[in-house]
Protein backbone atom coordinates (compact mmCIF):
# COMPACT_ATOMS: atom_id res chain seq x y z
CA UNK A 1 0.00 0.00 0.00
CA UNK A 2 1.36 3.48 -0.72
CA UNK A 3 2.48 5.71 2.00
CA UNK A 4 0.60 8.91 2.50
CA UNK A 5 4.12 11.12 2.64
CA UNK A 6 4.59 12.71 -0.51
CA UNK A 7 7.94 12.07 -1.88
CA UNK A 8 8.79 15.60 -3.66
CA UNK A 9 11.33 16.56 -6.05
CA UNK A 10 12.39 20.54 -6.24
CA UNK A 11 14.87 22.44 -8.51
CA UNK A 12 16.53 25.58 -7.49
CA UNK A 13 16.16 25.05 -3.82
CA UNK A 14 19.44 27.83 -2.98
CA UNK A 15 17.33 30.86 -2.51
CA UNK A 16 13.69 31.70 -2.83
CA UNK A 17 10.88 29.85 -3.94
CA UNK A 18 12.58 26.63 -4.51
CA UNK A 19 14.08 26.67 -0.69
CA UNK A 20 10.46 28.39 0.85
CA UNK A 21 8.55 25.42 -0.94
CA UNK A 22 11.13 22.83 0.93
CA UNK A 23 10.81 23.82 3.91
CA UNK A 24 7.09 24.03 3.49
CA UNK A 25 6.39 20.80 2.13
CA UNK A 26 8.65 19.49 4.79
CA UNK A 27 7.00 21.14 7.69
CA UNK A 28 3.86 18.44 6.28
CA UNK A 29 6.07 15.71 6.58
CA UNK A 30 6.59 14.88 3.07
CA UNK A 31 10.12 13.35 1.99
CA UNK A 32 11.64 15.92 0.15
CA UNK A 33 14.71 16.31 -2.60
CA UNK A 34 16.04 19.41 -2.84
CA UNK A 35 18.39 21.22 -5.52
CA UNK A 36 20.95 23.49 -6.33
CA UNK A 37 23.98 23.42 -8.71
CA UNK A 38 25.70 24.29 -5.45
CA UNK A 39 24.94 21.83 -2.73
CA UNK A 40 26.88 23.55 -0.16
CA UNK A 41 23.53 26.28 -0.40
CA UNK A 42 21.66 23.47 1.54
CA UNK A 43 23.88 22.10 4.11
CA UNK A 44 21.29 23.59 6.64
CA UNK A 45 18.00 22.52 4.58
CA UNK A 46 20.09 18.75 4.93
CA UNK A 47 19.86 19.62 9.26
CA UNK A 48 16.09 19.68 8.81
CA UNK A 49 16.01 16.43 7.57
CA UNK A 50 15.93 17.30 4.21
CA UNK A 51 17.42 15.38 1.15
CA UNK A 52 20.20 17.76 -0.62
CA UNK A 53 20.94 16.84 -3.84
CA UNK A 54 23.50 18.00 -6.59
CA UNK A 55 21.98 18.87 -9.80
CA UNK A 56 22.76 21.22 -12.89
CA UNK A 57 19.19 21.05 -14.21
CA UNK A 58 21.18 21.24 -17.58
CA UNK A 59 23.37 18.27 -16.90
CA UNK A 60 22.32 15.06 -18.29
CA UNK A 61 24.21 13.29 -15.89
CA UNK A 62 23.23 14.94 -12.66
CA UNK A 63 19.74 14.46 -14.36
CA UNK A 64 19.94 11.05 -14.26
CA UNK A 65 21.46 10.18 -10.77
CA UNK A 66 19.14 12.39 -9.10
CA UNK A 67 16.47 10.37 -10.33
CA UNK A 68 18.17 6.87 -10.53
CA UNK A 69 18.61 7.64 -6.52
CA UNK A 70 14.55 8.81 -6.13
CA UNK A 71 13.92 5.52 -8.15
CA UNK A 72 16.05 3.53 -5.28
CA UNK A 73 15.09 4.85 -2.47
CA UNK A 74 10.92 5.81 -2.72
CA UNK A 75 9.80 3.68 -5.70
CA UNK A 76 7.95 6.98 -6.81
CA UNK A 77 7.72 10.57 -7.30
CA UNK A 78 4.38 12.48 -6.10
CA UNK A 79 5.22 16.00 -6.74
CA UNK A 80 7.89 17.31 -9.42
CA UNK A 81 8.73 21.07 -9.09
CA UNK A 82 10.19 22.53 -11.86
CA UNK A 83 11.62 25.79 -10.11
CA UNK A 84 15.04 26.31 -11.50
CA UNK A 85 16.05 29.16 -13.93
CA UNK A 86 17.63 32.64 -14.79
CA UNK A 87 16.70 35.84 -16.73
CA UNK A 88 19.08 36.79 -19.44
CA UNK A 89 18.16 40.61 -19.56
CA UNK A 90 19.73 42.48 -22.76
CA UNK A 91 18.79 43.80 -26.22
CA UNK A 92 17.73 40.48 -27.91
CA UNK A 93 19.27 41.70 -31.17
CA UNK A 94 23.19 42.03 -29.27
CA UNK A 95 22.92 39.00 -27.21
CA UNK A 96 25.50 36.52 -27.66
CA UNK A 97 23.64 33.03 -29.16
CA UNK A 98 25.24 30.79 -26.69
CA UNK A 99 23.42 33.30 -24.08
CA UNK A 100 20.39 32.65 -25.75
CA UNK A 101 20.26 28.98 -26.05
CA UNK A 102 21.12 29.19 -22.66
CA UNK A 103 18.18 31.10 -21.38
CA UNK A 104 16.35 28.13 -23.61
CA UNK A 105 17.99 24.87 -22.03
CA UNK A 106 17.60 26.15 -18.65
CA UNK A 107 14.29 27.67 -18.59
CA UNK A 108 12.35 25.54 -21.13
CA UNK A 109 14.24 22.36 -22.44
CA UNK A 110 15.65 21.23 -18.68
CA UNK A 111 12.05 21.42 -17.16
CA UNK A 112 10.85 18.76 -20.21
CA UNK A 113 14.36 16.56 -19.55
CA UNK A 114 13.22 16.40 -15.86
CA UNK A 115 9.14 15.34 -16.79
CA UNK A 116 10.61 13.05 -19.31
CA UNK A 117 13.27 11.11 -16.70
CA UNK A 118 10.52 11.46 -13.51
CA UNK A 119 7.95 10.01 -15.86
CA UNK A 120 7.20 6.32 -14.44
CA UNK A 121 8.08 7.88 -11.38
CA UNK A 122 5.06 9.99 -11.51
CA UNK A 123 3.02 7.52 -12.89
CA UNK A 124 3.67 5.51 -10.01
CA UNK A 125 1.93 7.89 -7.63
CA UNK A 126 -1.63 7.74 -7.31
CA UNK A 127 -2.31 12.11 -8.69
CA UNK A 128 1.05 12.92 -9.18
CA UNK A 129 1.48 16.53 -9.89
CA UNK A 130 4.05 18.65 -12.06
CA UNK A 131 4.62 22.60 -10.76
CA UNK A 132 6.00 24.41 -13.49
CA UNK A 133 7.46 27.96 -12.29
CA UNK A 134 6.59 30.09 -15.51
CA UNK A 135 6.28 33.95 -15.01
CA UNK A 136 4.00 36.72 -16.03
CA UNK A 137 6.53 37.80 -18.64
CA UNK A 138 5.40 34.77 -20.62
CA UNK A 139 2.23 36.98 -21.61
CA UNK A 140 3.90 40.62 -20.90
CA UNK A 141 6.65 41.00 -22.73
CA UNK A 142 8.75 43.75 -22.26
CA UNK A 143 12.36 45.59 -23.84
CA UNK A 144 15.17 44.12 -22.76
CA UNK A 145 13.72 41.01 -21.48
CA UNK A 146 12.78 39.39 -24.63
CA UNK A 147 15.02 36.54 -24.53
CA UNK A 148 13.82 35.47 -20.67
CA UNK A 149 9.70 36.11 -22.02
CA UNK A 150 9.96 33.89 -25.28
CA UNK A 151 11.76 31.17 -22.94
CA UNK A 152 8.61 31.46 -20.17
CA UNK A 153 6.15 31.66 -22.85
CA UNK A 154 7.88 28.42 -24.50
CA UNK A 155 7.96 27.28 -20.78
CA UNK A 156 3.97 27.89 -20.60
CA UNK A 157 2.93 26.70 -23.90
CA UNK A 158 4.61 23.37 -23.27
CA UNK A 159 3.18 22.87 -19.92
CA UNK A 160 -0.64 23.95 -21.43
CA UNK A 161 0.13 20.23 -23.94
CA UNK A 162 1.36 18.67 -20.87
CA UNK A 163 -1.68 19.50 -19.08
CA UNK A 164 -3.97 17.56 -21.56
CA UNK A 165 -1.53 14.97 -22.65
CA UNK A 166 -0.92 13.34 -19.27
CA UNK A 167 -4.38 13.69 -17.64
CA UNK A 168 -5.11 10.36 -18.96
CA UNK A 169 -2.84 8.78 -16.62
CA UNK A 170 -3.89 11.04 -13.47
CA UNK A 171 -0.46 13.15 -13.83
CA UNK A 172 -1.62 16.89 -13.15
CA UNK A 173 0.52 20.14 -14.23
CA UNK A 174 -0.20 23.83 -12.66
CA UNK A 175 1.63 26.14 -13.93
CA UNK A 176 2.70 29.12 -11.65
CA UNK A 177 3.02 32.79 -12.67
CA UNK A 178 3.91 34.99 -10.35
CA UNK A 179 4.35 38.65 -11.02
CA UNK A 180 7.37 40.19 -8.82
CA UNK A 181 8.75 37.79 -5.95
CA UNK A 182 11.26 38.85 -3.80
CA UNK A 183 14.52 36.76 -4.76
CA UNK A 184 17.83 36.99 -5.91
CA UNK A 185 16.62 37.07 -9.41
CA UNK A 186 17.16 40.92 -10.22
CA UNK A 187 20.71 40.98 -8.48
CA UNK A 188 21.84 38.11 -10.69
CA UNK A 189 19.62 39.24 -13.46
CA UNK A 190 21.94 42.95 -13.20
CA UNK A 191 24.91 41.07 -12.77
CA UNK A 192 24.61 38.54 -15.76
CA UNK A 193 24.59 41.94 -17.77
CA UNK A 194 28.78 41.50 -18.31
CA UNK A 195 27.81 38.53 -20.38
CA UNK A 196 24.84 39.45 -22.15
CA UNK A 197 25.58 43.47 -22.71
CA UNK A 198 27.27 43.64 -26.18
CA UNK A 199 30.74 46.13 -25.27
CA UNK A 200 30.09 49.21 -27.18
CA UNK A 201 26.64 48.41 -27.09
CA UNK A 202 24.17 50.72 -29.78
CA UNK A 203 22.05 51.04 -26.59
CA UNK A 204 24.92 52.44 -24.22
CA UNK A 205 23.30 55.66 -23.92
CA UNK A 206 20.17 53.99 -21.97
CA UNK A 207 22.27 51.65 -19.98
CA UNK A 208 20.58 53.04 -16.87
CA UNK A 209 17.38 51.48 -18.56
CA UNK A 210 18.33 48.44 -18.87
CA UNK A 211 19.96 48.06 -15.75
CA UNK A 212 16.01 49.01 -14.52
CA UNK A 213 15.19 46.25 -16.28
CA UNK A 214 17.29 43.48 -14.68
CA UNK A 215 16.34 45.27 -11.23
CA UNK A 216 12.60 44.72 -11.91
CA UNK A 217 11.33 42.01 -10.51
CA UNK A 218 11.79 43.27 -7.23
CA UNK A 219 10.35 46.35 -7.47
CA UNK A 220 7.92 46.29 -4.69
CA UNK A 221 7.90 42.00 -5.03
CA UNK A 222 5.62 40.53 -2.76
CA UNK A 223 7.05 37.70 0.09
CA UNK A 224 8.12 34.18 -1.51
CA UNK A 225 5.71 32.61 1.26
CA UNK A 226 3.04 33.93 -0.23
CA UNK A 227 3.42 32.34 -3.55
CA UNK A 228 4.52 28.79 -1.96
CA UNK A 229 1.47 28.69 0.27
CA UNK A 230 -0.61 29.16 -2.83
CA UNK A 231 0.95 26.52 -4.44
CA UNK A 232 1.05 23.74 -1.38
CA UNK A 233 -2.70 24.66 -1.07
CA UNK A 234 -3.31 24.14 -4.74
CA UNK A 235 -1.54 20.94 -5.41
CA UNK A 236 -3.10 19.71 -1.93
CA UNK A 237 -6.74 19.71 -3.91
CA UNK A 238 -8.59 17.25 -5.63
CA UNK A 239 -9.14 19.27 -8.51
CA UNK A 240 -6.35 22.59 -8.51
CA UNK A 241 -6.71 25.51 -10.92
CA UNK A 242 -4.48 24.54 -13.71
CA UNK A 243 -3.01 28.54 -13.91
CA UNK A 244 -1.77 30.22 -10.21
CA UNK A 245 -0.97 33.78 -10.75
CA UNK A 246 0.35 35.38 -7.83
CA UNK A 247 2.11 38.70 -6.53
CA UNK A 248 2.61 42.17 -7.63
CA UNK A 249 1.73 43.06 -11.16
CA UNK A 250 0.86 38.91 -11.78
CA UNK A 251 -2.98 40.10 -12.58
CA UNK A 252 -2.23 43.64 -13.86
CA UNK A 253 0.12 43.24 -16.29
CA UNK A 254 -1.59 40.36 -17.94
CA UNK A 255 -4.72 42.53 -18.33
CA UNK A 256 -2.83 45.29 -19.42
CA UNK A 257 -1.54 43.40 -22.24
CA UNK A 258 -4.62 41.95 -23.23
CA UNK A 259 -7.06 44.97 -23.00
CA UNK A 260 -4.31 47.97 -24.50
CA UNK A 261 -4.12 48.64 -28.25
CA UNK A 262 -0.64 47.19 -29.27
CA UNK A 263 0.97 50.68 -30.61
CA UNK A 264 -0.17 52.27 -27.18
CA UNK A 265 1.39 49.21 -25.11
CA UNK A 266 4.71 49.64 -27.28
CA UNK A 267 5.07 53.55 -26.27
CA UNK A 268 4.16 53.03 -22.82
CA UNK A 269 7.05 50.32 -22.52
CA UNK A 270 9.36 52.26 -24.75
CA UNK A 271 9.03 55.32 -22.61
CA UNK A 272 9.62 53.72 -19.58
CA UNK A 273 12.74 51.93 -21.17
CA UNK A 274 13.96 55.40 -22.38
CA UNK A 275 13.92 54.00 -25.86
CA UNK A 276 11.57 56.88 -27.12
CA UNK A 277 14.88 58.74 -25.95
CA UNK A 278 17.11 56.59 -28.01
CA UNK A 279 14.99 57.39 -31.13
CA UNK A 280 15.24 61.10 -30.67
CA UNK A 281 18.78 60.76 -30.51
CA UNK A 282 19.27 58.47 -33.16
CA UNK A 283 16.82 60.29 -35.42
CA UNK A 284 18.81 63.87 -34.78
CA UNK A 285 22.62 61.76 -35.59
CA UNK A 286 20.80 61.34 -38.77
CA UNK A 287 19.78 64.34 -39.10
CA UNK A 288 23.08 65.93 -38.91
CA UNK A 289 24.91 63.70 -41.27
Known sequence: MESDIKIVLITGCSSGIGRELAEAWHEKGYAIY??????????????????????????????KQVIQTIEKEQGRLDILVNNAGYGAIGPAVE???????????TNMLAPMALIQAALPLLRRANKSTIVQIGSVSADFVSPFAGVYCASKAALHALSDALRMELAPFGIRV?????????????????????????????????????????????????????????????VSRGNPRPILRVGNGARALLWLDRLLPVRMLDQILMKRFQLDLLDRLYSRSIRVR
Request: glycine letters at 6%; aromatic letters at 2%; charged letters at 25%.
Open 95 to 105: MPMEEIRLQFD
Open 174 to 234: IIAAPGAIRSKFGQSAENGLERTLKKGSIYQPILGAIQARARASQDNPTAAAVLVQKIVNE
Open 34 to 63: ATARDISSLIDLADKGIHPMTLDVTSEPDL
